[in-house]
């Protein structure tokens, strides 16, 4: 099937805004740069709109990491906008690799290329209906 084709657009849904439950998880990553800093100890932040839901470990040494945490958000909406920065921990300072932002819709698994190069890879529900 093409549920992955990232130009299907879906805005034109019109689906009650009704608050929803959100879970963010099977957050994986390939590919993170490795050359411009010593390792690549990658972690990442979730975001839905203006709230935070919070950050994942950090996986050190590693390129190719995957994150077992889930993220839960309440009060999540059609269209709220899920953000994802996959940052780079350091002794110093923190490198922000890249950003992941689109809005919630029906699409629930994305490829998302970084800035800085790699891919991220993530998944999420939307649950209007707990009645
Ligand atoms: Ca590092």
Redesign the pocket.
Known sequence: MTSSLPLLLLALCSLSAAEAQLTVFNLRASDLPSGI?????GYVKVFCGSASLGETSVRNNDPNPWWEEKFTYFQGQENDVLRLEVH???IFFN?LLGVCQRQINFMREHDCFLESGGLLHYSYTLNGNNQ
């Open positions: 800093v010593v390792t690549t100890d780079d921990s350091d490198d």
